[in-house]
């Protein structure tokens, strides 16, 4: 599949109008509801603005491959086509001046069986989600990953919440989850909101940010505490959520305590795991390939023959959460209406060569016999 974006029209000049408007209301519980209107104003703006884009634009075109997908996501000079050679081997131009990158370079990690694709990108630049430096085509590319590392100058520590800022400008979460809601539209019967107990915005304010995108009738129900802000996000359904990792880069050119005292900043800051490193050097760069591996949820299934070993020099490379279907798909999918039942023996099964059915989640480390009903 090939994924294009372009710079953004107009609509930018209304979105600024209205984040001026934001600045200046001062937050009281009585523009509580006019600041929530403001924000769904300028989500649904967003929306419509990439929707147009996504469908008219040119950009950078990346084809996914491999089992996932990791960007090399940071400022210019921050180190990333070193790391790309690091990780993978490829050499793109490294040089110690910005601007090296000016395209998107792909490169191959081959970890515990897995293929995961490395993309280094053009640096980001601080304006990035107004389009400076042609940064929406950089983003575009970052909206198909499984998973952002940046790659941050550990002499300039700062940038990575830049970053962040700017990604959550253009509706890319880092390290959060969609919240889990649900939303049936009616033609008629107002609507009916149930909390379930959880802590979510008063009914007024939930009507506000829904009449903002023409919803009035209908069931809204929370299955867990939830935001003004991620309602919105919800409902503009033009958020992307990727997990995030931290490569905190050229740890030769500092002190140790300064290494450990802005990594127990970060984490503590961001929630992402953070592996100082020296891509130079290439220090740390196992530990770093481990953490990777480890961020994407891939697991490993070996698949055995009804009357033979088990093969556990190839397995099957899986995102966590897999159940037999997806085991057999990646196979073959023409053999998807055929499955009849499996035998697995491993950590998902109550004893050795369990018979389960089609929907059956596997784990690392399970093999797996499908019987098929030709």
Not at 22 to 28: H, L
Not at 114 to 143: C, E, F, M, W
């Amino acid at each position: 599949m090939w994924f294009y974006m372009i710079d953004k029209s107009s609509g930018e000049k209304k979105i600024g109008e209205l984040q001026e408007q934001y600045s200046k209301t001062k937050y009281n519980k009585a523009t509580n509801k006019y600041l929530g209107i403001l924000r769904a104003k300028i989500a649904k703006i967003r929306r419509d603005i990439e929707s147009h884009s996504r469908s008219h634009g040119t950009g950078y075109a990346v084809r996914k491959t491999g089992n996932a997908t990791v960007v090399l996501v940071g400022f210019p000079n921050a180190g990333k086509s070193s790391l790309l050679k690091a990780l993978t081997g490829v050499d793109s131009r490294v040089a110690d001046y910005a601007f090296t990158t000016l395209d998107v370079i792909p490169g191959m990690l081959e970890y515990n069986s897995a293929k995961i694709q490395v993309l280094d990108l053009p640096g980001l630049i601080q304006g990035a989600h107004v389009g400076r430096g042609g940064s929406l085509k950089i983003i575009s590319v970052i909206r198909i990953a499984d998973l952002i590392l940046f790659v941050i100058d550990v002499n300039a520590h700062q940038q990575l919440y830049q970053l962040m800022e700017e990604l959550n400008l253009l509706n890319i979460r880092v390290n959060e989850k969609k919240p889990r809601i649900r939303l049936e539209k009616g033609a008629a019967g107002g609507m009916h909101i149930e909390a379930n107990g959880h802590r979510i915005p008063n009914k007024e304010i939930i009507l506000s940010i829904l009449n903002e995108f023409k919803i009035f009738n209908g069931e809204l129900i929370f299955y867990e505490n939830v935001t003004e802000q991620m309602l919105i996000d919800f409902v503009a359904d033009n958020c992307v959520y990727i997990r995030g990792a931290v490569a905190l880069n050229k740890i030769d050119t500092v002190d140790q305590k300064k290494v450990e005292s802005l990594k127990k900043e970060i984490e503590t800051r961001t929630g992402m795991r953070v592996l100082p490193i020296s891509a130079k050097m290439t220090e740390n760069i196992d530990d770093l390939k481990k953490i990777v591996f480890g961020s994407l949820d891939l697991i490993r299934v070996f698949l055995k023959p009804k009357d033979g070993p088990a093969d556990l020099d190839n397995p099957l490379v899986l995102q966590k959460g897999a159940d037999i279907v997806e085991v057999v798909r990646k196979i073959n999918t023409k053999l998807l209406n055929s499955i009849k039942y499996a035998y697995v023996t491993g950590p998902s099964s109550k004893f050795p060569n369990q018979r389960v059915g089609e929907d059956h989640k596997v784990l690392d480390g399970d093999i797996v016999t499908v019987v098929f009903d030709f």
